[in-house]
């Protein structure tokens, strides 16, 4: 292990399988089913820990937790982890002595759930390596990162959609399109006035009011007569209280008396 970086816990398991592996025959893959797996070497707990990038297979006694074997993991999947071709519950890795003997071993797990733990921990781990290298590699050199192209293309156009908003009147703009509506002689009244008429073109005037080139007022063929004022004469509206004005006593007065019935006080 490297001096200064701290050690991380990345997988605990109680309880692991330990087998001897037989020689290989030929270079094909490793096969469980050759291992007497109802006999293991070795029984006790695994962690796997990392340090820095490297990551560390560690066997260790369930009571005392000695270390029993340890195996560095610098690439996964690789030499130092594999899987074996007949089950996905047993692994060949490689342990080393710190003194530069290796050896290869057999691992098992009770529980394939374990398995996939072990599995799942080591491929995080590097993915992890993998990341901190790239983001390094981008520090040193950050012109060589991939440039974000906000660009439009040769031919790519954009869409707006907007949507359509009505104005609201409000009372005044109601007002004034109702004093409006009269038509184009029409003028709103001043606040306290009267409403005044402002005459229509000469092209709208009626016909015995329209102007001859000349500036002259042309009669129509057939003027409206005005009608006359009749004052109306004694006949048509006779004082009916010019007898109530008379002296009392007249003979006038007494002869109403007699003829209407109205009592003289």
Same mark, same amino acid.
């Given at each position: 292990?490297?001096?200064?970086?701290?050690?991380?816990v990345?997988?605990v398991?109680?309880e692991?399988?330990?087998?001897?592996?037989?020689p290989?025959?030929s270079?094909?893959?490793?096969?469980?089913?050759?291992?007497?797996?109802?006999?293991?070497?070795?029984?006790?707990?695994?962690r796997?820990?990392s340090?820095?990038?490297?990551a560390?297979?560690?066997?260790?006694?369930?009571?005392?937790?000695?270390?029993?074997a340890?195996?560095?993991?610098?690439q996964?999947?690789?030499?130092?982890?594999?899987?074996?071709?007949?089950?996905?519950?047993?692994?060949?890795?490689?342990?080393?002595?710190?003194?530069?003997?290796?050896?290869?071993?057999?691992?098992?797990?009770?529980?394939?759930?374990d398995?996939? /733990? %072990?599995?799942? =921990?080591?491929?995080?781990?590097?993915?992890?390596?993998? &990341? *901190? !290298?790239?983001?390094?590699t +981008?520090?040193l050199?950050?012109?060589?990162?991939?440039?974000?192209?906000l660009?439009?293309?040769?031919?790519?156009?954009?869409?707006?959609?907007?949507?359509?908003?009505?104005?609201?009147?409000?009372?005044?703009g109601?007002?004034?399109?109702?004093?409006?509506?009269?038509?184009?002689?029409?003028?709103p009244?001043p606040?306290?006035g009267?409403?005044?008429?402002?005459p229509?073109?000469?092209?709208?005037?009626?016909s015995?009011?329209?102007?001859?080139?000349?500036g002259?007022?042309?009669?129509?063929?057939?003027?409206?007569?005005?009608?006359?004022?009749?004052?109306?004469t004694?006949?048509?509206?006779?004082?009916?209280?010019g /007898? %109530?004005?008379? =002296?009392p006593?007249?003979?006038?007065?007494?002869?109403? &008396? *007699? !003829?209407?019935?109205?009592? +003289?006080?």
């Amino acid at each position: 292990m490297a001096e200064g970086e701290s050690e991380s816990v990345l997988c605990v398991k109680p309880e692991v399988l330990v087998y001897r592996l037989p020689p290989r025959a030929s270079n094909r893959g490793y096969r469980a089913a050759e291992w007497q797996l109802d006999q293991p070497a070795w029984i006790g707990r695994m962690r796997i820990t990392s340090q820095g990038k490297v990551a560390y297979v560690k066997l260790e006694d369930k009571t005392s937790g000695e270390l029993f074997a340890q195996a560095p993991v610098d690439q996964f999947p690789g030499l130092a982890v594999e899987s074996v071709t007949d089950s996905s519950r047993y692994f060949v890795i490689r342990i080393e002595d710190g003194n530069g003997r290796r050896a290869f071993i057999g691992l098992g797990f009770v529980d394939r759930g374990d398995a996939f /733990d %072990f599995n799942v =921990a080591l491929q995080d781990h590097f993915k992890w390596v993998k &990341q *901190q !290298s790239e983001l390094a590699t +981008q520090a040193l050199n950050p012109d060589q990162g991939p440039k974000l192209d906000l660009g439009f293309k040769e031919g790519q156009t954009i869409k707006l959609h907007i949507a359509n908003m009505k104005k609201k009147e409000g009372p005044l703009g109601s007002k004034s399109r109702t004093v409006h509506s009269g038509g184009p002689g029409l003028i709103p009244p001043p606040p306290g006035g009267k409403v005044s008429h402002v005459p229509p073109p000469e092209d709208q005037a009626p016909s015995h009011l329209r102007r001859s080139p000349a500036g002259a007022t042309e009669a129509a063929e057939a003027p409206v007569a005005w009608p006359q004022h009749r004052t109306p004469t004694a006949e048509a509206a006779p004082d009916l209280w010019g /007898d %109530f004005t008379r =002296a009392p006593g007249s003979a006038s007065g007494q002869a109403l &008396q *007699q !003829s209407t019935g109205w009592v +003289q006080f």
